[in-house]
Nanobody, 114 residues
Framework: QVQLVESGGGLVQAGGSLRLSCAASGSIFSFNLMGWYRQAPGKQRELVATITRGGSTNYADSAKGRFTISRDNAKNTMYLEMNSLKPEDTGAYYC????????WGQGTQVTVSS
């Protein structure tokens, strides 16, 4: 069973940048689809971005042009580069992998101050 561990969250001012990492305890090559979700206080978890094994990406409208998802299958790690951060980007960010069943990380908090 693969475990996912997120890191890289923190407190940043609006307009700043953060790079989130999702490190897997095993190979991620078998996961055709991986992604990042976020959950703001009092709101449902929402999709931020996804990436396939081959590198095809998909972004929520709110993330387009500001966030970049990537994965390094050799390092068993997925990333989310976030630029031009806004207060509405605040929330817990979770990495996700679609295997025989869904795998989720424990989340990393991102707080963007205005």
């Amino acid at each position: 069973q693969v475990q996912l561990v997120e890191s890289g969250g923190g407190l940043v001012q609006a307009g700043g940048s953060l790079r989130l990492s999702c490190a897997a305890s095993g190979s991620i090559f078998s996961f055709n689809l991986m992604g990042w979700y976020r959950q703001a206080p009092g709101k449902q978890r929402e999709l931020v971005a996804t990436i396939t094994r081959g590198g095809s990406t998909n972004y929520a409208d709110s993330a387009k042009g500001r966030f970049t998802i990537s994965r390094d299958n050799a390092k068993n790690t997925m990333y989310l580069e976030m630029n031009s951060l806004k207060p509405e980007d605040t929330g817990a960010y979770y990495c996700y992998a679609a295997g025989s069943y869904p795998y989720w990380g424990q989340g990393t908090q991102v707080t963007v101050s205005s």
